[in-house]
């Protein structure tokens, strides 16, 4: 019987003391994206639920999760990138620092002579094509966006609706990556991908960036409870690497423990862990959390998360299966969530963790016991409710 989790130390963490050294430090913490974000009016902060009667069960201090179904109405964080990355790249072209830019602003028709060549191009599993759309529909630029195969039509429609052109491939999400680079270099497009490759790297790091606002509102709600584990998912590991960024560097003196979730089949920071560098996988990269279906680590991502996660994680389809029904049908008052195939990994994983014997030891070593606060960021809602009522009612 295979396990529902396999799970591999970080034999490369740096102590606290040495996080000051780490040339990536302070990149993403400081408030330029959250006051671009704040310019937008559908801006407000997502919630940050507290499971008081699940924590009580297993024996844990607090279980927080910060809930991203709301995000701009879009059903998930990844806008947070997308938007603040175009809002960049736009702002390069005009010669405008952030600190001098608002999304009113760009959306005032002044800059349409400026941007009447560009189009922006991305692939995407759904979340981030959804955000790069939204915005160059706000911007009233021309957007393509390509898919890899297995994804779905309700996703593809969420991304044509927003006026996009919208494709799925007959390719993974790595080689559907590479198509759309050799697409972009030959029409003129504007790539904005959240993974980087060798003199692809700006972009890439604005998108980082973007999603910091979603750590800076934590901080905030979380208030005197400071965090001291957080589990992350991770795809190319762009969101996992800076949280883990912002939040070991906001907590330094006491910085959490971050645990990293993957799917099995997509597990290229296990495999990384494993090999002791970063590692590719490929395939098919079948799982059913098809926000996570990425072989290859985003270099930028890696570098953090080789240096700061605690442990590494590859799981199971069930992990996710669990959390999404957890938190469909919380214990007693507990507040009922919406947590998509990507989202909910954590909350199963964590389950898994506190309550099947055969994780005691990994339980142990990572402390979790009745003095822990931790963090699960449910990263979208149900982006395909028709895929999500299917697993809810198994």
Not at 46 to 56: A, E, G, R, V
Not at 249 to 273: D, W
């Amino acid at each position: 019987m295979n396990k529902s989790i396999i799970w591999k130390k970080n034999d490369n963490l740096k102590n606290k003391k040495e996080i000051e050294k780490e040339k990536f430090y302070g990149l993403y913490i400081d408030d330029q994206a959250i006051n671009y974000h704040k310019s937008f009016s559908e801006y407000s902060e997502t919630s940050l639920h507290i499971l008081k009667n699940y924590s009580k069960k297993v024996g844990i201090k607090n279980v927080f999760i910060k809930d991203e179904s709301t995000r701009f109405g879009l059903n998930a964080f990844k806008v947070l990138g997308a938007s603040f990355a175009i809002g960049k790249y736009i702002g390069k072209m005009i010669n405008k620092d952030m600190s001098e830019i608002t999304f009113e602003y760009l959306k005032s028709g002044q800059w349409k002579k400026e941007l009447k060549d560009i189009t922006l191009v991305s692939t995407t599993d759904g979340n981030h094509g959804r955000g790069v759309a939204w915005t160059a529909k706000q911007l009233e630029v021309p957007c393509r966006i390509y898919m890899p195969k297995g994804s779905t039509e309700n996703r593809l429609k969420n991304i044509t609706d927003l006026g996009a052109y919208g494709e799925i491939t007959e390719y993974n999400y790595d080689e559907t990556v590479r198509l759309v680079n050799e697409l972009a270099k030959k029409n003129g497009w504007t790539i904005i991908q959240d993974t980087a490759w060798e003199g692809y790297e700006d972009i890439p790091k604005w998108i980082m960036k973007g999603y910091s606002t979603l750590a800076k509102e934590v901080i905030k709600e979380l208030k005197e409870n400071i965090p001291t584990h957080i589990f992350l998912q991770a795809g190319v590991g762009a969101f996992a690497g800076v949280m883990a960024s912002v939040f070991t560097e906001e907590y330094i003196k006491n910085p959490p423990k971050i645990i990293l979730v993957e799917p099995s089949n997509a597990a290229c920071f296990f495999k990384s862990a494993l090999n002791n560098k970063c590692t590719a996988v490929g395939g098919d990269l079948n799982t059913i959390m098809c926000g996570l279906a990425c072989g290859e680590p985003n270099p930028l991502g890696y570098e953090i998360l080789s240096r700061y996660c605690d442990v590494f994680l590859s799981v199971s389809d069930e992990m996710t299966k669990r959390g999404m029904k957890m938190l469909n049908k919380p214990l007693k008052d507990d507040p009922k969530i919406i947590s998509g195939e990507s989202g909910a990994v954590g909350m199963g994983v964590l389950d898994e963790i506190m309550t099947n014997p055969e994780y005691d030891k990994l339980k142990t070593y990572l402390e979790l016991n009745e003095k822990s606060n931790v963090l699960i960021i449910s990263t979208e809602g149900n982006t395909d409710p028709d895929v999500y009522k299917s697993i809810i009612e198994e």
